[in-house]
């Protein structure tokens, strides 16, 4: 992306000034990524506003500094573009305070504060249940567990070890880059359970491998085998296992699959964690009949063990849903990784708007999550009526005013039909009139309830007219298509409940 705005001089300023700063109204100032700045005038004729870090990272290819201070004065960068770069830049330190009653600095600070109830928490509602087959899960005070897999421990080497996160060894918390950031501690799932089993009196056995030979002694006779497998991936400057950023496939890393099939001919009740990056294809692991549970925890940070203990315990309902479609085949995605330029003809349809073009049945669809109870959905209603055209208001942040005016709401109930609390996420999806070219449905909203037993309520989506709009490359403008659309409320994108239409004149 830096390149697209920063070294191509042709497009940059209609991306950074007509497209940004016109037509989105937007407020603050345009800064680079790391070693993203190629130029001097260009850039700042197109409409980047500061550098980072100044220089690249040996030091050299300094764009801004004295060299924009000898272009602004040779009249090259108009001095109305460096007053431009100035304001935007005050202007977000005066909205954040900056100014006035800043903190002194203090390196040693502990700015922790509740971060760590706050990470279990996110990482707990983050994970998503996959599979409950003969309602395995909750576990309910087992004799004995029987814990498998190198990902249920911290890295032996240290949580700490790897450069940048810059390995998959141990318990996946993150990814690696630049990004990550080093653990003030980490929960290990192993830790976390063996806690959990002290107050229940559960023996725990333990093979903190993925040698698929050693599973043997550690599950027999266990009520219930917990597997560990993981899939990583992360920033480019950094191979991991000869994954140069992004993954070479969407297989479980570590001989994952090979690492359920025997555990799962060695007991009756496994139960599968998956800790990953991003999907993974889980047909070898469904295969197996003795593989009664999925959970999903994804990247759960510090907080891995104990989010996971809250959710396998039951002592939090799992409400967690896919952010991305799981395939039963990863040519079913119809795209990848792509080295070079990429035109992105794929358009809108990536994920679950594909699969709904071409009929392709997922394995697990976005949106999807189990719960330890059930929800019914009642008595849709629709109430709007939004005219056809263009959004015609002045810009303001973000575009057109008249974009992020509430034009339609759609409310419906939400019984809690099961016998434990829980929390639901009811998914609003927009389907467009066919002359619109538009996928078949789009995520439009989400709201989660927390419900009793037997205890109902009502959620309420608000629809902007940005929702119900298309770009018109001839007009240039964003427009509301007329037609019928059809609006449907669910807990996926393929478990919808509820219908509605929405005719626009």
């Known amino acids: 992306m830096g390149k697209l705005l920063i070294d191509l001089g042709y497009i940059s300023p209609y991306i950074l000034d007509t497209l940004l700063k016109k037509e989105l109204g937007f407020q603050g100032y345009v800064m680079t990524d790391w070693n993203a700045q190629h130029s001097t005038v260009p850039a700042a004729t197109s409409g980047l506003d500061m550098t980072m870090p100044g220089s690249d990272f040996n030091g050299g290819n300094i764009y801004w500094g004295s060299k924009l201070t000898q272009a602004v004065s040779s009249g090259q960068v108009p001095q109305s573009r460096l007053d431009d770069m100035v304001r935007r830049i005050l202007a ?34 983050g994970i998503v249940l996959l599979k409950n087959e003969d309602k395995i899960l909750p576990l309910k005070k087992p004799s004995k567990l029987g814990l498998v897999g190198s990902a249920a421990v911290v890295n032996p080497q240290g949580m700490n070890s790897c450069t940048d996160q810059g390995c998959n060894t141990g318990a996946l918390g993150m990814g690696w880059g630049s990004g990550t950031a080093s653990y003030p501690y980490f929960s290990a799932p192993a830790d976390a359970i063996k806690t959990r089993s002290q107050a229940d009196g559960t023996q725990i056995s333990l093979s903190a491998s993925d040698s698929t030979g050693s599973v043997g002694s550690s599950v027999n006779g266990a009520d219930a085998a917990i597997v560990f497998i993981t899939s990583d991936s992360g920033e ?101 990784p792509s080295r070079g330029n990429d035109n992105f003809q794929e358009g809108l349809f990536i994920d679950y708007r594909k699969f709904d073009r071409d009929s392709i049945e997922p394995r697990y669809e976005f949106g999807y999550g189990l719960s330890y109870t059930n929800f019914t959905y009642s008595n849709i ?104 659309f059809n609006i449907s409320v669910g807990s996926s994108s393929r478990d919808i409940r509820q219908t509605g239409i929405l005719e626009i004149p």
Do not use: C, M
């Open 92 to 125: 977000s330190w005066y909205l954040v305070g900056q100014d006035s009653g800043y903190p002194a600095i203090n390196l040693k600070a502990n700015v922790q504060g509740t971060h760590k109830t706050n990470i279990r928490a996110t990482a707990r509602d």
């Open 236 to 336: 480019g400057y950094i191979t991991v296992e000869n994954n140069a950023g992004d993954r070479n496939n969407l297989d479980p890393w570590h001989n994952g699959n090979e690492l359920v099939k025997a555990v799962a001919a060695a007991n009756d009740n496994v139960i599968v964690v998956v800790h990953s990056v991003g999907p993974v294809i889980l047909e070898k692991v469904l295969a197996e009949p003795n593989v009664k549970a999925i959970v999903w925890a994804g990247l759960p940070s510090q907080e891995n063990g104990n989010a996971l203990v809250d959710v396998l315990y039951g002592d939090t309902n799992p409400s967690g849903k896919l952010p991305y479609t799981i395939a039963k085949s990863e040519a079913d995605y119809g795209s990848g």
């Open 381 to 484: 209603f629709v109430d709007g009526r939004p005219t056809s055209g263009p959004a015609t208001r002045d810009i303001v942040p973000g575009g057109r005013a008249d974009l992020w005016e509430t034009v339609v709401t759609v409310t419906v109930t939400i019984t809690n039909s099961g016998t434990v609390q829980g929390a639901e996420v009811a998914q609003l999806y927009v389907g467009f009139p066919e002359s619109a070219g538009t996928p078949p449905k789009q995520l439009r909203g989400f709201e989660k309830l927390s419900l009793e037993p037997g205890a109902e309520d009502i959620v309420a989506f608000d629809i902007k007219r940005r929702d119900l709009s298309i770009w018109d490359t001839a007009k240039q403008e964003w427009v509301v298509p007329a037609g019928t």
